[in-house]
């Protein structure tokens, strides 16, 4: 049992360490091919891969299962219109100098979800995860009062996608990889005209005269995937508790990236909203130690 549980600390720790690092420099790197085309190729190979994983697993009845179930298809419908703004608005932030924002949106999805939870499933809040809710609002109303320009939009969209995402697969308990792939594929359509649009213009940078660059572009896939499958994984073997203080990793790992390697600017209003932030991860982080 012991030895089940580290391993799940592990697979999470290196997922969500991919996640706030190696996907951030990755991601970064090919930001100068714009960010519609990056979204663009995250979404195909992203399908794509899912689609060899699902051979290889032999899950094809699974799929045909959920998708036949119209509630479930239904839901995976909205959740795929959620993954897709989360992973644009990400991206968005990647390659315009906003990875301190969308770090934000990371520190505040777990609470956000504990709010949504209590909406929507009647789940308890005690004392202190109202306190994690009240800080992370206070952080939000500070720059709404003093820096509207700084208020972090990008990562508000990122994390309140996200915490939604969560909220309507919950709902819906479908297995993570075959709902993936069925969101992968109803994005994928659209995903493809607009690589068709892109290429009708000529502002493609995916091609068969760069094949280097071309082969580094699909990577966006596996950078999307892997990760999903270690944290998942991690959540299976060690519980949502654990896992939930581990995930921090990755918005902290972003936020130290943005600051210190891509010298983004961070404002005194900013850092002070950030302070009540932190106060409020940690309190959520104690509650989970804990109760779990």
Known sequence: MNQQF??????????????????VIYFKSISF?????VVVHRCLWTAIMLILTTIFFSKWKLFLKTVSNKKNFFGLFISGFLIFINWAV????????????????????????V?????????????????SILFVLISIIILLVFSIKSLPWVGL???????FYNLVRKKINVDTDIGLLIEGL????????????????????????NLPLSFY?????????????????GVELCGLGPTGMIFYITPTLQFLLGYFYYNEDFTFYKFVSFIFIWIAVIIYLKDLYETR
Not at 157 to 163: E, M, P, R, T
Not at 196 to 207: A, C, E, M, P, R
Not at 221 to 233: A, D, E, K, N
């Open 186 to 209: 109803i994005i994928f359509p659209f995903a493809l005209v607009a690589f068709y649009s892109i290429t009708q213009k000529g502002l493609n940078d995916f091609n068969f005269n």
């Open 217 to 233: 572009i699909t990577l966006a896939g596996p950078m999307t995937v892997i990760p999903l499958f270690l944290y998942v994984r």
């Open 90 to 113: 990400w991206i968005y932030a990647v390659g315009t100098d906003k990875i301190i924002d969308a770090s934000f949106g990371y520190f505040i999805m777990p609470i956000i979800s």
């Open 6 to 23: 580290n391993k799940g600390l592990l697979l999470t720790s290196l997922g969500s360490f991919w996640w706030g690092f190696i996907g």
């Open 33 to 37: 091919i714009g960010h519609i085309e």
């Open 115 to 131: 709010f949504l939870g209590y909406i929507f499933f009647n789940e308890k809040i005690n004392r202190k995860r109202f306190i």
């Open 157 to 163: 969209i990122v994390g309140f996608s996200w915490a």
